[in-house]
């Protein structure tokens, strides 16, 4: 009977092991399920003064998209990421302040 759970639990630890490793390393965005985000997202750690490359990174848009594309953009991040509902108020403010960048480069 002990070679019997033993067998079992050394069999649920590779296929726990096996379903880390099946995407081959490559971390998977699980909020595409749920939401219509891009398949791309800002992986890196934040530089001590924001620019436009990083605002744009960290909205999901381009440097010259439009005011209307910059706030719904913000609205979605913003949304999944508000404190209220247990998001961060660290990453909540870097949005805010990646939109803020943005918009003040278009003069508005």
Do not use: C, W
Not at 21 to 31: A, P, Q, V
Not at 40 to 45: L, Q, S
Not at 77 to 95: A, E, F, M, Q, R
Request: hydrophobic content about 30%; glycine content about 10%; aromatic content about 6%.
């Amino acid at each position: 009977a002990d070679d019997a759970a033993q067998d079992k639990a050394s069999s649920s630890k590779q296929k726990q092991s096996s379903k880390g490793t099946s995407s081959g390393g490559k971390r998977e965005n699980i909020f595409s399920q749920f939401f219509d985000v891009g398949s791309k997202y800002y992986e890196g750690g934040f530089e001590d003064k924001m620019t436009r490359r990083e605002a744009a990174l960290i909205l999901g848009v381009r440097e010259s998209s439009t005011e209307k594309r910059i706030k719904e953009a913000h609205r979605k991040l913003l949304i999944l990421n508000h404190p209220d509902t247990g998001g961060s108020t660290y990453l909540s403010g870097k949005v805010n302040e990646a939109k803020d960048i943005l918009l003040k480069a278009k003069g508005r």
